[in-house]
C-alpha cells in the first residue's frame, strides 16, 4: 500500500459535547500519513478552545478559526488550506472507527478521479443503532461501470443507490476541487448532494467497501431535518434548483433530458421530507402549511408530471397527502408521525 496523504476536515461549531470523542477517534486511527484539520467556525461554547488544545497536543492537527459561514463554508475552508492527496469529511458529531483509514487507503490507487465509500452506523442517544449499507453491492466498478451501471441511479429513486453524504469516503482532491463550486452555504439541507452528485458523475473509478461501517453517525433530534423549520421548503426549492444546474453541466441531449426527469423524482421525495417535518414538529401550522405546499402551482405540476416507485409505507402516505392534499389526508399524516416518534 502506497503511503497516501490523506487530509481529513472535520467543521466545528458549539460541538463541545461531541468534539473530544470526534478528534480522539481520528488521533487513533492505525494510518499515520494522515492530516486532521479542524475548522472552526465561529464557535459561541468552547469548541474552538478545544480545538486549540489538540493542535498544541500533536503535529497532525491543524486548527483553523473563521467567522460563522455555515457547514458548507466551514468544509470549503478545509479543502483550501489542505495539502492531501485524498479528502476525507467527518461531522464533528460523529466519531468513527481506528481501523477506518488504513483499511479504505488499501483500496487507492493515486488517481485523480476515484472515490473509496464504505458504510456507517446511525446512533441514538438511547444506545441503539442501525447498520446502513450501500446499495451499490461491494466491489470496484470503473469508468465505463461508473457511466452505464452507477451514474443512471444516482437520481431518482427511494433508497440512494450510492450515499450522497461527504462523510464515510475517501475523494481524490481533483474531485472536490473541481465541483465544489456547486456548493453554496446558503442551502443546509442535502448540501451534501451539491458536492457528491457531480463528483460521482465525473469520478472515473469507485471502490464500494463489502459492508464495513466504520463511521459512525450520531442521530441528533435538534438538527433541522428531525424539528420543524420554516426554512426547509426554501431550502429545498434552492437545493433542487442547484441539482438542475448540475445535470444541466454535466449531461447533454437525451442522457440530459433522462437527469432531469430523475431530478423531478427526486424533488418528490425532498418535498416528503418537508412534509414529514411539518406534521412531526410544527403543532400549531402544519395543516395549513401542508396544505398550502401540496396546493401550490409547483408541486401539483410536480406530481401530475412525475411517477415515482414508492414501497415503503410511511412514503406511500406522504405521497397520497401530496396527490391528494385535504383535511383527512393530513390528520392521517399527522397522527402517523406522533405515533411513530413516541415508538422512536
Same mark, same amino acid.
Given at each position: 500500500?502506497?503511503?497516501?496523504?490523506?487530509?481529513?476536515?472535520?467543521?466545528?461549531?458549539?460541538?463541545?459535547?461531541?468534539?473530544?470523542?470526534?478528534?480522539?477517534?481520528?488521533?487513533?486511527?492505525?494510518?499515520?500519513?494522515?492530516?486532521?484539520?479542524?475548522?472552526?467556525?465561529?464557535?459561541?461554547?468552547?469548541?474552538?478552545?478545544?480545538?486549540?488544545?489538540?493542535?498544541?497536543?500533536?503535529?497532525?492537527?491543524?486548527?483553523?478559526?473563521?467567522?460563522?459561514?455555515?457547514?458548507?463554508?466551514?468544509?470549503?475552508?478545509?479543502?483550501?488550506?489542505?495539502?492531501?492527496?485524498?479528502?476525507?469529511?467527518?461531522?464533528?458529531?460523529?466519531?468513527?472507527?481506528?481501523?477506518?483509514?488504513?483499511?479504505?487507503?488499501?483500496?487507492?490507487?493515486?488517481?485523480?478521479?476515484?472515490?473509496?465509500?464504505?458504510?456507517?452506523?446511525?446512533?441514538?442517544?438511547?444506545?441503539?443503532?442501525?447498520?446502513?449499507?450501500?446499495?451499490?453491492?461491494?466491489?470496484? /466498478?470503473?469508468? %465505463?461501470?461508473? $457511466? *452505464?451501471?452507477? @451514474?443512471?441511479?444516482?437520481?431518482? &429513486?427511494?433508497?440512494?443507490?450510492?450515499? =450522497?453524504?461527504?462523510?464515510?469516503?475517501?475523494?481524490?482532491?481533483?474531485?472536490?476541487?473541481?465541483?465544489?463550486?456547486?456548493?453554496?452555504?446558503?442551502?443546509?439541507?442535502?448540501?451534501?448532494?451539491?458536492?457528491?452528485?457531480?463528483?460521482?458523475?465525473?469520478?472515473?473509478?469507485?471502490?464500494?467497501?463489502?459492508?464495513?461501517?466504520? /463511521?459512525?453517525? %450520531?442521530?441528533? $433530534? *435538534?438538527?433541522? @431535518?428531525?424539528?420543524?423549520?420554516? &426554512?426547509?421548503?426554501?431550502?429545498?426549492? =434552492?437545493?433542487?434548483?442547484?441539482?438542475?444546474?448540475?445535470?444541466?453541466?454535466?449531461?447533454?441531449?437525451?442522457?440530459?433530458?433522462?437527469?432531469?426527469?430523475?431530478?423531478?423524482?427526486?424533488?418528490?421525495?425532498?418535498?416528503?421530507?418537508?412534509?414529514?417535518?411539518?406534521?412531526?414538529?410544527?403543532?400549531?401550522?402544519?395543516?395549513?402549511?401542508?396544505?398550502?405546499?401540496?396546493?401550490?402551482?409547483? @408541486?401539483?405540476?410536480?406530481?401530475?408530471?412525475?411517477?415515482?416507485?414508492?414501497?415503503?409505507?410511511?412514503?406511500?402516505?406522504?405521497?397520497?397527502?401530496?396527490?391528494?392534499?385535504?383535511?383527512?389526508?393530513?390528520?392521517?399524516?399527522?397522527?402517523?408521525?406522533?405515533?411513530?416518534?413516541?415508538?422512536?
Amino acid at each position: 500500500m502506497k503511503d497516501y496523504k490523506i487530509s481529513i476536515i472535520v467543521p466545528v461549531y458549539n460541538a463541545e459535547k461531541y468534539l473530544k470523542k470526534c478528534v480522539d477517534s481520528l488521533l487513533d486511527q492505525t494510518y499515520r500519513n494522515l492530516e486532521i484539520l479542524l475548522i472552526d467556525d465561529g464557535s459561541k461554547d468552547a469548541g474552538g478552545k478545544i480545538c486549540d488544545g489538540y493542535a498544541k497536543k500533536d503535529a497532525r492537527i491543524r486548527t483553523v478559526h473563521k467567522e460563522n459561514g455555515g457547514l458548507v463554508s466551514a468544509w470549503k475552508k478545509g479543502v483550501e488550506v489542505s495539502s492531501g492527496q485524498y479528502l476525507g469529511f467527518v461531522d464533528s458529531d460523529d466519531w468513527v472507527d481506528p481501523d477506518m483509514v488504513e483499511e479504505m487507503a488499501e483500496h487507492l490507487t493515486g488517481g485523480e478521479w476515484e472515490i473509496v465509500a464504505s458504510d456507517y452506523v446511525l446512533e441514538r442517544d438511547d444506545g441503539s443503532k442501525r447498520f446502513v449499507w450501500q446499495e451499490l453491492p461491494p466491489g470496484e /466498478y470503473l469508468e %465505463r461501470e461508473m $457511466k *452505464e451501471t452507477v @451514474v443512471p441511479n444516482l437520481l431518482g &429513486r427511494e433508497n440512494r443507490y450510492v450515499a =450522497m453524504s461527504r462523510c464515510m469516503k475517501l475523494i481524490s482532491r481533483t474531485l472536490i476541487e473541481e465541483n465544489q463550486k456547486y456548493s453554496d452555504p446558503a442551502i443546509v439541507v442535502g448540501e451534501d448532494s451539491t458536492i457528491m452528485l457531480p463528483a460521482l458523475i465525473d469520478c472515473k473509478r469507485l471502490f464500494v467497501m463489502d459492508h464495513k461501517a466504520y /463511521y459512525h453517525y %450520531r442521530y441528533i $433530534k *435538534e438538527s433541522m @431535518v428531525h424539528k420543524s423549520d420554516s &426554512r426547509l421548503y426554501g431550502n429545498i426549492q =434552492m437545493l433542487v434548483k442547484r441539482v438542475q444546474q448540475i445535470v444541466k453541466d454535466k449531461f447533454s441531449g437525451e442522457e440530459q433530458s433522462q437527469r432531469l426527469k430523475q431530478v423531478d423524482q427526486e424533488a418528490v421525495f425532498w418535498m416528503m421530507l418537508v412534509l414529514k417535518n411539518e406534521a412531526r414538529g410544527n403543532k400549531k401550522g402544519y395543516r395549513r402549511n401542508i396544505l398550502d405546499i401540496c396546493n401550490s402551482a409547483e @408541486v401539483r405540476k410536480l406530481i401530475k408530471n412525475t411517477p415515482v416507485d414508492i414501497r415503503q409505507n410511511a412514503n406511500k402516505l406522504l405521497y397520497l397527502v401530496m396527490k391528494y392534499p385535504n383535511h383527512l389526508t393530513v390528520s392521517l399524516l399527522r397522527g402517523a408521525m406522533i405515533w411513530y416518534y413516541r415508538k422512536h
